[in-house]
């Protein structure tokens, strides 16, 4: 079994930033991506960001490019999701992903592993 523990959700005003943080534990495998999404209340889970196995392929979906960064961690299970400018329509549960392919993707069914979601809310 795979483990998935996501951190750094909070409450922030709109404009600030704030840095969510995965770990991967357990019975993990080597060559995965890792990915963000997001789902807030009444929509679909949404694609945020992928990192490579190798931490140098890059996948933003098109609304968060230029305020997201995400990024491989050391040791390489973990991965971060650096979010700036925020504003109250991100307000969602952020959830880690790991997929079983060292390749970035941006669809919730190529995913193998979620993590329980970490809550963000933007105060306007």
């Known amino acids: 079994q795979v483990q998935l523990v996501e951190s750094g959700g909070g409450l922030v005003q709109a404009g600030g930033s704030l840095r969510l943080s995965c770990a991967a534990s357990?019975?993990?495998?080597?060559?995965?991506?890792m990915g963000w999404f997001r789902q807030a209340p009444g929509k679909e889970r949404e694609f945020l960001a992928a990192v490579s196995w190798s931490g140098l392929d890059l996948y933003y979906a098109d609304f968060v490019k230029g305020r997201f960064t995400i990024s491989r961690g050391k040791p390489r299970n973990t991965a971060h999701l650096q979010m700036s400018r925020l504003a109250p329509e991100d307000t969602a549960v952020y959830y880690c992903?790991?997929?079983?392919?060292?390749?970035?993707?941006?669809?919730?069914?190529?995913?193998?592993?979620w993590g329980q979601g970490t809550q963000v809310t933007v105060s306007s």
């Open positions: 992903a790991v997929r079983r392919s060292p390749d970035v993707a941006g669809s919730p069914d190529e995913y193998d592993y």
């Open positions: 357990g019975r993990i495998f080597n060559n995965y991506a």
